[in-house]
């Protein structure tokens, strides 16, 4: 702020509290009356300053407001840096459903600075991780191998090595959206790890377990789709291998609770198929940096991968 204003611009704060709950068009309604008490208009900028909470409700209240406004994401999560704030995708949730209102409205610039990581809790450093290990396997083996090792000095948070790490995967997001800003095929392998990642998560969620995060469900779910490819031979075990060892390096669960309720989970899933218009498609490793998207995997290679995780 002081900043801004120092640089000779207007600027009000407005700040939101912290967490999901905040991601409502309750919130954005609130953020609409703010912005016009301001007197904020086609001329304003929006800066949305903090984790993909205020990146998702800051860029939907910019792309709604007056039509569309112009808007800076400033990233102060891991998660935020790879990969919330870059893409365009803007928006709320609906009490049924996460991310179901929304627009796609691509900020004017992006920052990222790593030195915001400093303060972030563990549990988020970590959900920022599982996204990196994504991107890795999905589409860079040599980004694979320095977080092997480079692995404790990410731990240590080193500047340097966060940076890096920050660079090479936003650049690996921004490719894969620039050829598909629109979802269809391409867009699609970043959900590696999340077809089963999410069910996961809900399943958490319905049985009021706090503590399995966003990142903790997609590692579970990499780990179960890498599963899934080594049963099918289209990937050595040694590679589902090397990416449970990462994972669990980084301090994210490799194995599935044993008390799970796989045949739930599998009902969640295909209640997401439906909002996907019927097809149950996975995303599968076939080699550290190459995957590949696939509609007829069946009910029985899922269960047994979440069985035996
Ligand atoms: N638009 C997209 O393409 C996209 C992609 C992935 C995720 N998302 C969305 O991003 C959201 C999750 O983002 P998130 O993981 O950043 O969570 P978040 O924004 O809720 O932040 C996590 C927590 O960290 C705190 N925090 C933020 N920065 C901090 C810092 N530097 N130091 C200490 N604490 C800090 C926040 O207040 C919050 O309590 C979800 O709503 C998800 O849907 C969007
Ligand atoms: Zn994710």
């Known amino acids: ?82 990969d919330a704030s870059v893409g365009g995708k803007t928006g709320v949730d609906h009490p049924q459903c996460k991310n179901l209102i929304g627009a796609f409205h691509q900020p004017s610039a992006v920052l990222a600075d790593v030195s915001t990581l400093a303060t972030l809790p563990d549990e988020e450093l970590r959900t920022g991780l599982a996204e990196v290990v994504k991107h890795a396997v999905i589409r860079d083996a040599a980004l694979f191998e320095m977080l092997e090792r480079d692995a404790a000095r990410i731990l240590a948070r080193e500047p340097a090595v966060l940076e890096d790490v920050v660079a090479r995967n936003v650049r690996i997001k921004a490719a894969v959206v620039m050829a598909d800003e629109r979802e269809s095929d391409l867009r699609r ?51 589902a291998d090397r990416q449970r060892n990462l994972l669990a390096r980084f301090g994210l669960p490799v194995r599935a609770d044993a008390a799970m309720d796989v045949s739930r989970c599998l009902d969640l899933m295909r209640h997401d198929k439906k909002a996907e218009a019927g097809r149950l498609r996975l995303v599968l490793p076939e080699s550290i940096g190459a995957v590949r998207v696939v509609a007829d995997v069946t009910d029985d290679e899922i269960c047994i991968a979440l069985g035996t995780i």
């Open 1 to 82: 702020m002081e900043g801004l204003r120092a640089a000779g611009l207007a600027a009000e704060a407005i700040i939101i509290p912290p967490g999901e709950g905040s991601k409502t068009l309750a919130q954005a309604g609130e953020l609409y009356d703010l912005m016009l008490r301001a007197g904020i208009d086609r001329g304003s900028v929006v800066v949305a300053l903090g984790g993909g909470v205020v990146t998702d409700l800051g860029g939907f209240a910019a792309a709604t407001y007056m039509r569309g406004i112009p808007w800076i994401a400033v990233s102060t999560t891991l998660l935020g840096q790879v």
């Open 189 to 239: 392998i970043l959900n590696y790890g999340h077809t089963i990642g999410h069910a996961i998560e809900s399943l958490a969620m319905e049985s009021g377990d706090r503590k399995m995060t966003h990142g903790r469900a997609v590692a579970l779910g990499m780990v179960a789709e890498a599963d899934i490819a080594v049963r099918r031979g289209l990937v050595g075990r040694a590679v």
